[in-house]
Every structure is written in C-alpha cells, then in structure tokens.
C-alpha cells in the first residue's frame, strides 16, 4: 500500500461529512420551523383564549372564533413542521430546523386538541 493512497481515504471520507450552519445563519430549514412553531403557537394562544371565554371568565375571550383559528392554524404548524422535519438532510444540530419542526408539530398538536376543546364547550354553552 502506497503512502497516497493511505492519505486519500480521509480526504474522501471527509467530503461526505455535512458541515453545520453557523450559529446565525439563518438557513431555509430554520426559516420554516420557525414559522411553522409562530403558527402553532398563534394557535395554542387562541384555543387558550377561546377556552377561557367558553368556560365564562369575563374578559376579552376569543370564543368560536379563536377555537376555529386554533384549528386551522394548529394543523397549518404541524404540516408545515413536518415538511421540514421530513426535508431536514442532518441530526439535531446541523442547522437545518429539525428540533423546531419536532417543536413545531408537539405545539400544533396541542393547538389542535385546544381547539377541538374549546369548539365543543362553545357549541355546549351556545
């Protein structure tokens, strides 16, 4: 075994190796999750509101209203999520949005089951 040869299986090992993006870099992955993670929070915070109003606290509740936008914006987080879960090329990490989709899709999901909650209160309570 020649003495090149020894040195040039790092150098293509090294070339499949993904580099990570800078600390602020603001990548396309990064972008997405963090709109999918405003989106489902957006919801969470509407489902909360809706739920307040429908369990009859006075105050500015959102009602039927806030549990629809919940429901649509919670499932709009986690599809959103999920596509950049699904497209993220790295680990946790690598700056490609994973761990803010993950986040993403858990917070849509509680939107979602907020929603659905406060929609059948305002439906019970008129």
Do not use: D
Request: hydrophobic residues 50%.
């Amino acid at each position: 075994m020649s003495v090149p040869s020894v040195f040039a299986a790092p150098a293509s090992a090294h070339a499949t190796v993904q580099q990570a993006a800078g600390v602020l870099t603001m990548s396309a992955g990064r972008l997405g999750a963090v709109v999918a993670a405003l989106l489902a929070v957006v919801g969470v915070v509407a489902a909360g509101r809706a739920l307040s109003r429908s369990r009859g606290r006075t105050g500015g509740g959102a009602g039927r209203s806030g549990a629809v936008l919940a429901l649509v914006s919670g499932p709009a987080g986690m599809a959103l999520g999920g596509l950049v879960v699904a497209t993220a090329s790295g680990g946790l990490g690598t700056g490609n949005g994973l761990g803010g989709g993950v986040v993403a899709l858990l917070v849509g999901l509680v939107a979602t089951v907020l929603g659905g909650l406060a929609l059948t209160r305002s439906r019970r309570t008129g």
